[in-house]
């Protein structure tokens, strides 16, 4: 019954004492016809929150760009540190698999330096980026202090930085150019890392009230990007966070207002990468894996895992042709910063295909098999590489490359 029917059912009524009966009864029937609505309406909304990936303002991407063109992308990725190690005289990017970095990494390079007085020849160690993996590892403390659940971080652009120390470079010399003397591997200078989180800082702009231990004091901060993630970076006086209706609240000992230092998760943002692809760890949130995820008891079979692969967005452009048991890969990964697996469990096997071979393969069939290991910590999971033109044309010609372990980003 709708207001409509009931205006429609008085206006045929021709019996005056008919009529104003019915209009009494009707008023009860209107408030519950509203009172309907009201409650429809709000179990919608309820739903949409329920089903709702709360995680979702929490991936991380990244990329890579030169340092004049952040500006350009800076309302969704940000540079996670333009400044240099002490006594590096350049910082590189070298575009190859992760095989090659470890060459570059664990050998002393000859390389080709280009300076204002010319070119120099020099013999150089190239060390990976540290202070690009101490960033992700103070993020990784700051999601765990908030109570956010951390997924693996799928930044693999972050390993192909290298800080390049020579003690016999001359000091007063700039860089112009570099590259390996022979040649075997591009070389990016002026290059930086990018991710979608930016450092602020909040003042609570309304009176702290008190919370509700009575100790402690409640302190709203209004967020810019509603939509974003925002973690607060903890500290002594930092008891809670949570999100409300008003804004992000901090729970404190603080009782006049402050500045609280932060970190903002930028959902994504269509926006043109100008280098390289753009990289995440987001995942696909179906309608069966909210089941999964969801459900009391996880399901360990073949189908579970070929869900999990798919899930992700760095599966495109790989094939889950198979699943073995009691298998292991020929070649050792990187190693897991993230997760560790007790020596005498049972191995797990994916064998991934890709038609093409690019030099972020091997690092998105890494991710995926840390993933699985989140998921199946009972196996010792290790993933294998194939590449060629078919799966159905057998092995014969292809190549093959092994990725065991669970991806961490780097050592």
């Given at each position: 019954m709708?207001?409509?029917?009931?205006?429609?059912?008085l206006?045929?009524l021709?019996?005056?004492?008919?009529?104003?009966?019915?209009?009494?009864?009707?008023?009860?029937?209107e408030e519950?016809?509203?009172?309907?609505?009201?409650a429809?309406?709000?179990?919608?909304?309820?739903?949409?929150?329920?089903?709702?990936?709360?995680?979702?303002?929490?991936?991380l991407?990244?990329?890579v760009?030169?340092?004049?063109d952040?500006?350009i992308?800076?309302?969704?990725?940000?540079?996670?540190?333009?400044g240099?190690?002490e006594?590096?005289i350049?910082?590189?990017?070298c575009?190859?698999?992760?095989?090659?970095?470890?060459e570059?990494?664990?050998?002393?390079?000859?390389l080709?330096?280009?300076?204002?007085?010319?070119e120099?020849?020099?013999?150089?160690?190239?060390?990976?980026?540290?202070?690009y993996?101490?960033?992700?590892?103070?993020?990784q403390?700051?999601?765990?202090?908030?109570?956010?659940f951390?997924?693996?971080?799928?930044?693999p652009y972050?390993?192909?930085?290298?800080?390049?120390?020579?003690?016999?470079f001359p000091?007063d010399?700039?860089?112009?150019?570099?590259?390996?003397?022979d040649?075997?591997?591009?070389?990016?200078l002026g290059l930086?890392p990018?991710?979608?989180v930016?450092?602020?800082?909040l003042k609570?702009?309304?009176?702290?009230?008190?919370?509700?231990?009575?100790?402690?004091?409640?302190?709203?901060?209004?967020?810019?990007?509603?939509?974003?993630?925002?973690?607060v970076?903890?500290e002594?006086?930092v008891?809670n966070?949570?999100m409300s209706?008003?804004?992000?609240?901090?729970?404190?000992?603080?009782?006049s207002?402050?500045?609280?230092?932060?970190?903002r998760?930028?959902?994504?943002r269509?926006?043109?990468?100008?280098?390289?692809?753009?990289?995440?760890?987001?995942?696909r949130?179906?309608?069966?894996?909210?089941?999964?995820?969801?459900?009391?008891?996880?399901?360990?079979?073949?189908?579970?895992?070929?869900?999990?692969?798919t899930s992700?967005?760095?599966?495109e452009?790989?094939?889950?042709?198979?699943?073995?048991?009691?298998?292991?890969?020929?070649?050792?990964?990187?190693?897991?910063r993230?997760?560790?697996?007790?020596?005498?469990?049972?191995?797990?096997?994916?064998r991934?295909?890709?038609?093409?071979?690019?030099f972020?393969?091997?690092?998105?069939?890494a991710?995926?098999?840390?993933e699985?290991?989140r998921?199946?910590?009972?196996?010792?999971v290790s993933?294998?590489l194939?590449?060629?033109?078919?799966?159905?044309?057998?092995?014969?010609?292809w190549h093959?490359?092994?990725?065991?372990g669970?991806?961490?980003g780097?050592?």
């Open positions: 709708d207001e409509n029917f009931i205006y429609e059912r206006k045929a021709s019996g005056g004492l008919e009529r104003s009966l019915y209009r009494d009864i009707s008023k009860a029937f519950v016809v509203r009172y309907n609505e009201r429809l309406s709000e179990l919608k909304e309820n739903l949409c929150r329920e089903l709702r990936d709360v995680s979702e303002r929490f991936y991407y990244g990329a760009a030169a340092a004049g952040v500006p992308v800076n309302d969704f990725l940000f540079p996670m540190d333009e240099q190690e006594g590096s350049a910082t590189i990017f575009p190859c698999s992760r095989d090659r970095m470890e570059v990494f664990g050998n002393c390079q000859k080709v330096v280009g300076t204002d007085e010319g120099l020849e020099i013999l150089a160690r190239v060390m990976p980026c540290r202070r993996q101490r960033k992700i590892d103070e993020l403390n700051v999601f765990y202090d908030n109570g956010i951390w997924r693996t971080p799928y930044l972050v390993d192909r930085f290298g800080d390049v120390f020579c003690e016999d000091k010399l700039e860089v112009k150019s570099l590259r390996f003397k040649e075997s591997i591009p070389v990016g930086i990018l991710w979608n930016e450092p602020i800082s609570c702009t309304v009176f702290p009230i008190p919370a509700i231990d009575e100790e402690n004091f409640r302190h709203t901060l209004k967020l810019p990007f509603y939509q974003d993630g925002y973690v970076r903890m002594q006086a008891k966070v949570f209706n008003e804004g992000l609240e901090v729970v404190s000992r603080e009782k207002q402050r500045m609280f230092d932060l970190y998760i930028a959902v994504h269509d926006v043109k990468v100008p280098h390289y692809p753009l990289t995440s760890n987001f995942r949130m179906r309608h069966v894996d909210r089941q999964a995820d969801n459900a009391a008891a996880g399901l360990r079979t073949r189908a579970e895992i070929g869900r999990i692969v992700y967005e760095a599966y452009g790989l094939t889950l042709r198979g699943i073995e048991e009691g298998s292991w890969g020929d070649i050792a990964g990187l190693g897991s993230y997760g560790f697996v007790p020596k005498g469990r049972e191995s797990l096997l994916l991934f295909w890709a038609k093409e071979e690019h972020l393969t091997q690092d998105q069939a991710f995926l098999v840390a699985v290991q998921d199946f910590p009972q196996f010792a993933g294998e194939t590449f060629g033109e078919s799966p159905d044309k057998g092995k014969g010609g093959e490359a092994s990725v065991a669970s991806y961490g780097q050592e």
